[in-house]
């Protein structure tokens, strides 16, 4: 038999965009202490300084911004669990873009972010249709869609700048359940099945993997992390092998190693 087919998770539109205004309000507050050196310094991600980070969090808000002011295309032609493999295929393009953004901002990256949240919120207030379809780099998606990717990217880059600068950029509740459903969710959809359940409390729990599938009782195959763990396994920042051994991951059954499978975006 075939695997049953991801069912797509509702998101509702406008706690979403409750949690985006409020995670990019965060860390607006932290990207303004910022110094030149902590602009200037290192963060894990392969070329980018904090600067480049803080010119990536501007795009990431500016382009949702733009694209509220122009007419709405006919139809959504991109769904959110067929985004992330769609992004990867365009991470080239975003690099530049980002690297020629943190350039043209130089001294002002900060204040240009700091421009880029006070502009989201009057883009997104009321009145609200979150099934409106939103250009985006790719295609378009569905406005609520488009605010659930936007909740993953403050999560990830938010991680990201706590990593880099030491800062503690609190982590709003809602998006990173947010981030964590959809990553759960695009595991499930890139491997699909029911051998393995994956669990992120208290957020999401997912089954992938063919395979028998768990009916009744506890399954044979669980992995079971907290959401920041995930949110950095499932993106790139960390390693399946090293999480294991710090026991950040519990993982039991003969095929609840997802190494193999992981990261689904980055």
Request: charged share 20%.
């Amino acid at each position: 038999m075939p695997p049953a087919k991801q069912r797509t998770r509702s998101y509702d539109a406008v706690k979403t965009r409750t949690a985006v205004l409020a995670q990019a309000a965060a860390l607006r507050s932290a990207v303004g202490t910022l110094t030149p050196e902590q602009l200037d310094g290192p963060t894990r991600l392969d070329g980018w300084r904090v600067r480049e980070l803080v010119a990536h969090l501007s795009m990431v808000l500016g382009t949702l911004t733009h694209a509220l002011t122009l007419p709405a295309p006919p139809k959504a032609g991109l769904t959110l669990l067929e985004w992330p493999a769609r992004v990867r295929s365009v991470a080239g393009a975003i690099d530049d873009d980002v690297r020629a953004g943190a350039e043209a901002a130089g001294d002002g990256v900060a204040d240009a972010f700091g421009l880029a949240v006070d502009a989201i919120g009057p883009a997104l207030a009321d009145p609200f249709d979150g099934d409106r379809p939103v250009m985006t780099r790719l295609a378009p998606m569905r406005l609520t869609d488009v605010l659930v990717t936007r909740c993953l990217e403050l999560i990830v880059h938010t991680d990201d700048l706590n990593d880099a600068t030491g800062l503690d950029v609190p982590y709003d509740r809602q998006a990173l359940a947010t981030a964590v459903r959809l990553l759960a969710d695009a595991l499930a959809a890139d491997a699909p099945g029911g051998a393995v359940e994956v669990r992120i409390p208290p957020f999401a729990v997912v089954q992938c993997v063919e395979g028998p599938r768990h009916t009744r009782g506890t399954p044979p195959n669980v992995v079971e992390t907290d959401p920041l763990t995930w949110v950095r396994l499932a993106t790139g920042r960390a390693g399946w092998a090293a999480e294991l051994d710090a026991a950040r991951i519990s993982a039991s059954g003969e095929r609840a190693d997802l190494s193999g499978l992981l990261p689904v975006l980055g």
